[in-house]
């Protein structure tokens, strides 16, 4: 039943994308479009609201509660049990390589980094990197759409959606309980509420200092979003050498600009 | 043979073509940018002085290697060409102070960390270039962070700084213009805004 509704979601997420498909580059500083900008505040302010008076308690609570020491053994456990799926979205990439060094890493630190809390591959020199469901879809040239706010799970576009509903959909710890009724729900519970905490505790000074120095948070976070997205490139983009934040820079009449300035 | 010839005349045109369209050098700019961030790091997040000292060397630090200026007026975008001089002159200087204050409240988070530099990319702007660098972080991959660097009469300043694609002059930039455009104050109320954070 419930990996039913989870489909469900992943198939209407699907058509949507499928039906409002943009070009989401924004080479041009003034392009960025928000076609749900109304919508989008009204769900960003309910997150924020959501944010100040449920989740940032809960991870202050979590920070006071813990040392860094152990937030980092979970970061790192948590970390661990996305490997398998980082291995299987590099293999989609067409990347063999990279997604034999997530299966040994997942294989080493499972074992011998104790359940995923200490990071003993990295120091053989498989180094992390992850490989999420968004990221392959781009390299399929699977355009984002449109910047979308969700509930809860905050700046989106129905690409990212559709790769976070795969993630959960395919995530191995709720397949690796999902024939015992009696833990199920409270495994999968559990997980994604420590992943909520263990993330918004980690990101926790990034937003602050974000949200104190912006004087329009929303527009703040949807431009970081979208530059973010925007590194991730179809794989038969022909590059030109132009990176993606090589915005048009030069200001022809800056000289005269600031004579006046000067004059002042 | 004849194909040789037409692929080193195409070279020729292509390196010609590129040196007219920004003659600046890649190799000092990124010496400049080593420079600036190793004096950040020895002369500041290193040094054993008091706080109100490192706050001081971080804005001389800060004026001398960015060009606030640049800056300033490309973050306000199209809304420069209306501000009045007094407008523009206002804004820079609560844009240097804001920056400069949040800047040097965080520049201790940086303590044990360094920048790998991993040479340049050009840029389509004239005369800028992007100097690349990583950040080793304590878990996961390391933080690509790109400086974006202008030569001007043979001076080097930084224009933007860009972490993991996200340019810091861009944000501001989009954020200033949101806020403009649903603001009835405008640049005024803007500048109101922004002097009330510092």
């Known amino acids: 039943m419930k990996k039913n509704i989870k489909y469900s979601i992943c198939f209407l997420m699907m058509a949507f994308c499928a039906s409002c498909a943009?070009?989401?580059?924004?080479?041009?500083?003034?392009?960025?479009?928000?076609?749900?900008?109304?919508?989008?505040?009204?769900?960003?302010?309910?997150?924020?609201?959501?944010?100040?008076?449920?989740?940032?308690?809960?991870?202050?609570?979590?920070?006071?509660?813990?040392?860094?020491?152990?937030?980092?053994?979970?970061?790192?456990?948590?970390?661990?049990?996305?490997?398998?799926?980082?291995?299987?979205?590099?293999?989609?990439?067409?990347?063999?390589?990279?997604?034999?060094?997530?299966?040994?890493?997942?294989?080493?630190?499972?074992?011998?980094?104790?359940?995923?809390?200490?990071?003993?591959?990295?120091?053989?020199?498989?180094?992390?990197?992850?490989?999420?469901?968004?990221?392959?879809?781009?390299?399929?040239?699977?355009?984002?759409?449109?910047?979308?706010?969700?509930?809860?799970?905050?700046?989106?576009?129905?690409?990212?959606?559709?790769?976070?509903?795969?993630?959960?959909?395919?995530?191995?710890?709720?397949?690796?309980?999902?024939?015992?009724?009696?833990?199920?729900?409270?495994?999968?519970?559990?997980?994604?509420?420590?992943?909520?905490?263990?993330?918004?505790?980690?990101?926790?000074?990034?937003?602050?200092?974000?949200?104190?120095?912006?004087?329009?948070?929303?527009?703040?976070?949807?431009?970081?979003?979208?530059?973010?997205?925007?590194?991730?490139?179809?794989?038969?983009?022909?590059?030109?050498?132009?990176?993606?934040?090589?915005?048009?820079?030069?200001?022809?009449?800056?000289?005269?600009?600031?004579?006046?300035?000067?004059?002042? | 043979m004849k194909k040789n010839l037409l692929s080193v005349l195409t070279a020729c045109m292509v390196f010609l073509a590129g040196g007219a369209r920004a003659e600046v050098n890649a190799g000092k700019a990124e010496t400049f940018v080593k420079n600036v961030t190793a004096e950040g790091i020895e002369e500041i997040i290193n040094a054993n002085v008091p706080q109100a000292e490192k706050d001081a060397r971080f804005a001389k630090l800060f004026n001398e290697a960015l060009d606030l200026d640049f800056i300033g007026q490309f973050v306000l975008g199209r809304n420069w060409r209306t501000a009045t001089p007094a407008q523009r002159k206002e804004f820079i200087q609560v844009y240097r102070q804001l920056n400069i204050s949040t800047w040097s409240k965080r520049f201790d988070e940086f303590k044990g960390k360094n920048f790998v530099f991993k040479g340049t990319s050009p840029s389509n702007s004239q005369g800028q270039v992007f100097v690349n660098s990583l950040v080793p972080m304590d878990q996961g991959e390391p933080a690509k962070v790109v400086w974006r660097v202008r030569e001007k009469n043979g001076q080097y300043k930084i224009v933007d700084i860009i972490i993991e694609n996200v340019s810091l002059a861009i944000t501001a930039r989009n954020e200033y213009t949101a806020f403009i455009k649903n603001n009835p104050g405008g640049i005024d109320a803007l500048i109101a805004n922004l002097k009330s954070k510092i």
Request: glycine share 4%.
């Open chain 1, 22 to 264: 943009t070009d989401g580059k924004i080479h041009r500083p003034e392009a960025e479009a928000d076609p749900f900008e109304g919508f989008n505040r009204s769900v960003f302010e309910f997150n924020y609201q959501f944010d100040k008076y449920v989740m940032k308690p809960v991870a202050k609570g979590y920070r006071a509660v813990t040392t860094p020491f152990v937030r980092r053994r979970i970061r790192s456990a948590l970390s661990n049990l996305r490997e398998p799926l980082s291995a299987a979205n590099y293999l989609l990439q067409a990347d063999p390589k990279s997604s034999a060094i997530s299966l040994s890493r997942f294989v080493v630190n499972s074992t011998l980094g104790l359940v995923g809390t200490f990071d003993v591959a990295e120091g053989w020199g498989l180094k992390r990197d992850h490989a999420t469901f968004n990221e392959t879809f781009a390299k399929w040239c699977i355009k984002d759409g449109p910047y979308i706010v969700l509930p809860f799970l905050g700046p989106s576009t129905p690409r990212a959606a559709v790769g976070m509903a795969f993630e959960f959909a395919f995530d191995p710890v709720f397949w690796a309980t999902y024939n015992d009724a009696n833990i199920r729900d409270k495994v999968a519970y559990s997980y994604a509420a420590l992943q909520a905490v263990s993330l918004r505790e980690s990101a926790m000074t990034l937003t602050d200092d974000l949200e104190r120095n912006s004087v329009d948070f929303y527009a703040a976070t949807r431009s970081s979003y979208l530059q973010y997205q925007s590194k991730l490139r179809c794989f038969n983009d022909v590059s030109d050498g132009t990176e993606v934040y090589d915005f048009d820079f030069g200001i022809e009449d800056e000289d005269m600009a600031f004579q006046e300035m000067e004059n002042e």
